[in-house]
């Protein structure tokens, strides 16, 4: 991605929490990779970018692919907030969505990216029942198809491959 950014002419700005910026009218606040995070010469799952991104009284968590000890050290650091939609980590793979840290996000929504009968079982049955718990009202890309969030700021509106969902 790097490479072909470079060839375009893309500037890459490297991220970091803590770190905010503005962008299109919404914040955009960065919780994770923390600065003295190292990544190794592979890539991981935990190299991901964490943002929360609010526009107006709405609010939307990206998590990447991090798993269990970035959601841990989120929570030590006090960055975890309520949010409206959630995007779960790492397709819903029981490394990720802990107890603690769907207690801190508390989601309204809960958005997993997983491909049809992926080799992976993903989403994880756990996950999806912890989610369950929490009251979150789950979109998946395997069984909805195509999802579109849309917020004014005040109201989000969720529609499926399938159809309108519904308003919150």
């Known amino acids: 991605m790097r490479d072909k950014a470079v060839a375009v002419g893309a500037k890459i700005v490297p991220r970091c929490a803590p770190g905010q910026f503005a962008f ?3 914040t955009i606040q960065v919780l994770a990779p923390e600065p003295d995070y190292v990544p190794l010469d592979e890539p991981k799952n935990n190299d991901s970018l964490v943002m929360r991104v609010t526009f107006g009284q709405s609010s939307l968590m990206l998590t990447g692919d991090v798993e269990r000890p ?3 050290e989120m929570l030590y650091n006090n960055e975890l907030r309520p949010t409206d939609v959630l995007k779960v980590a790492h397709h819903g793979s029981r490394t990720s969505s802990t107890e603690e840290f769907l207690g801190a996000v508390q989601p309204a929504f ?3 990216s997983a491909g049809f009968e992926n080799s992976y079982g993903h989403p994880h049955p756990t996950v999806v ?3 369950r718990e929490h009251h ?3 979109l998946r890309t395997d069984v909805d ?3 579109t969030i ?3 700021g005040r109201r ?3 529609e499926t491959f399938s159809g309108l969902l519904g308003q919150r």
Do not use: C, N, P, S
């Open 24 to 26: 299109g009218g919404a």
């Open 70 to 72: 970035i959601e841990q």
């Open 110 to 112: 809960a958005v997993i």
């Open 129 to 131: 029942g912890r989610l």
């Open 136 to 138: 979150a009202a789950i």
């Open 145 to 147: 198809g195509l999802i």
């Open 150 to 152: 849309r917020t004014d």
């Open 156 to 158: 989000i509106t969720v």
